[in-house]
């Protein structure tokens, strides 16, 4: 079956854009689909190029999306105040990282993320405390948070890292007492905190900025000006830094 002269004439002749289909006769369009489903079976190759481009397109437009929201929420992720900050406080450039101490995609990111950090010595790292994997994520962090309050950045990242390292099991005031006795520090005055309302304005206002972000999982990193989306590894995160900075 051949397309009809005057369906022919148009596609050759006129712009993607401007070709109204709905003008065909009934006829006209079934040929004109017989023929574009006969050039796809002869040439499969086209709808790989096609997925190709769209998906590049969705990536571009998602990058776009996200740099305007790390934009809009600067001073939240940047300089919110209350949360931990590491690495080079004095660095070129920061990255802020989502956790949820019962997320095994954390615990995995954990070492390389150290390691970034370590390796580079320009990078000033901030902790957002983001527990959204049921009530023992959210005990977790409120003794860490509760912990940073009481004792400082030192025990705090004696607890940050020992939860990915060190602790197993379940998340109660027993074994978080004896995770406290490991790691030298006094857990009463961390213990009496954990639902202080200063404790608990912290985890609200990162589950607020989250959901200003659009972030819905962990790990979720901002690294300068761009969003890591989940796990990477350890050289993705350094092309990301050496971008940024580039």
């Known amino acids: 079956m051949k397309l009809a002269p005057l369906v022919l004439a148009a596609t050759l002749a006129t712009p993607a854009a401007a070709f109204d289909v709905s003008s065909m006769s009934d006829a006209e369009r079934e040929a004109f689909r017989a023929e574009v489903r006969s050039y796809l079976l002869e040439h499969p190759e086209v709808l790989s190029e096609a997925i190709d481009v769209l998906q590049s397109r969705q990536a571009e437009a998602a990058a776009n999306q996200d740099l305007a929201l790390v934009k809009a929420n600067e001073s939240d992720l940047f300089a919110d105040g209350h949360s931990f900050v ?27 993320v150290a390691e970034l950090i370590s390796s580079d010595g320009d990078i000033r790292y901030i902790v957002k405390e983001f527990p959204i994997l049921g009530e023992q994520s959210m005990i977790a962090s409120r003794f860490a948070i509760a912990a940073l309050q009481t004792h400082g950045e030192e025990v705090y990242q004696k607890i940050n890292a020992g939860f990915y ?65 989940g796990y990477a590894p350890l050289a993705t995160m350094q092309a990301i830094v050496a971008e940024e900075r580039g």
């Open 86 to 112: 590491g690495g080079n406080p004095e660095g070129s450039l920061t990255v802020v990282e989502f956790i949820d101490y019962r997320c095994g995609y954390c615990r995995k990111a954990h070492a390389e």
């Open 165 to 229: 390292e060190s602790f197993r099991g379940d998340v109660t005031e027993a074994t978080l007492e004896s995770f406290a006795d490991e790691l030298g520090f006094d857990p009463a005055p961390v213990l009496e905190r954990m639902n202080a309302p200063e404790v608990t304005k912290v985890i609200e206002e990162n589950h607020l900025l989250a959901q200003r972000m659009q972030i819905s999982g962990t790990p979720t990193f901002v690294m300068g000006g761009q969003m890591l989306r």
